[in-house]
């Protein structure tokens, strides 16, 4: 089966108070990473997925680390490399 380089980007924002939160991505049920970033006023981090896939649809979701309380918001969704798109949901779908 064929396979398709994707380089999926969004930005990702975080609310939180007490520790710095850690946060896991996952794309379907694998980690991709994991990370603790202490967080400053009006800061935002681009977050870059590198997928190699056959053609199909991928769930990316993040889960925060207890104990931290942490609250992200994903925006400006976009591919940067690759035949994809997101969709509702935080879905990747990777064409053929």
């Known amino acids: 089966m064929d396979t398709h380089f994707v380089r999926a980007v969004f930005d990702l924002d975080c609310k939180w108070e007490g ?36 053609p199909g649809k991928y769930d990316v979701r993040i889960e925060t680390v207890e104990p931290c309380l942490a609250e992200f918001c994903i925006h400006n969704n976009r591919v940067e490399q690759g035949p994809a798109r997101w969709v509702k949901n935080f879905r990747l779908v990777i064409a053929s």
């Open 19 to 54: 520790i710095p939160p850690v946060y896991r991505i996952y794309v379907n049920d694998e980690m991709f990473t994991e990370r603790e970033w202490d967080w400053a006023d009006n800061i935002y981090l681009t977050q870059i997925l590198q997928i190699q896939a056959p």
